[in-house]
Nanobody, 121 residues
Framework: QVQLVESGGGLVQAGGSLRLSCTTS????????MGWYRQAPGKQRELVAS???????NYADSVKGRFTISRDNDKNTMYLQMNSLKPENTAVYYC???????????????WGQGTQVTVYT
């Protein structure tokens, strides 16, 4: 059983910072791409940032320069440092992992349960 557990969400004033964490546990051989997504009320889920196994990163244009994605492969944990937060960043943030359970097996995608981020003025 594989689980992704997010933490670090909360209520923050505009201009402030939050750091999200996502820890993956269970029967894992290798984690490939990991990513942070978000879904605001009435909107579709969108990619915020992603990071490959080799730590290549990709960001949505709206967060470039303000958010930083990173991962600690030894801890199977991914982070999202969010600075200069804006009210429009308010959403439920989900982590996602593309992983393999065995060398010869297929890849699977798993989602965390989400963590709420609310930015107020």
């Amino acid at each position: 059983q594989v689980q992704l557990v997010e933490s670090g969400g909360g209520l923050v004033q505009a201009g402030g910072s939050l750091r999200l964490s996502c820890t993956t546990s269970g029967s894992i051989f290798r984690i490939n791409v990991m990513g942070w997504y978000r879904q605001a009320p009435g909107k579709q889920r969108e990619l915020v940032a992603s990071i490959s196994g080799g730590s290549s990163t990709n960001y949505a244009d709206s967060v470039k320069g303000r958010f930083t994605i990173s991962r600690d492969n030894d801890k199977n944990t991914m982070y999202l440092q969010m600075n200069s937060l804006k009210p429009e960043n308010t959403a439920v943030y989900y982590c996602n992992a593309d992983l393999k359970k065995a060398l010869q097996g297929p890849s699977y995608r798993y989602w965390g349960q989400g963590t709420q981020v609310t930015v107020y003025t």
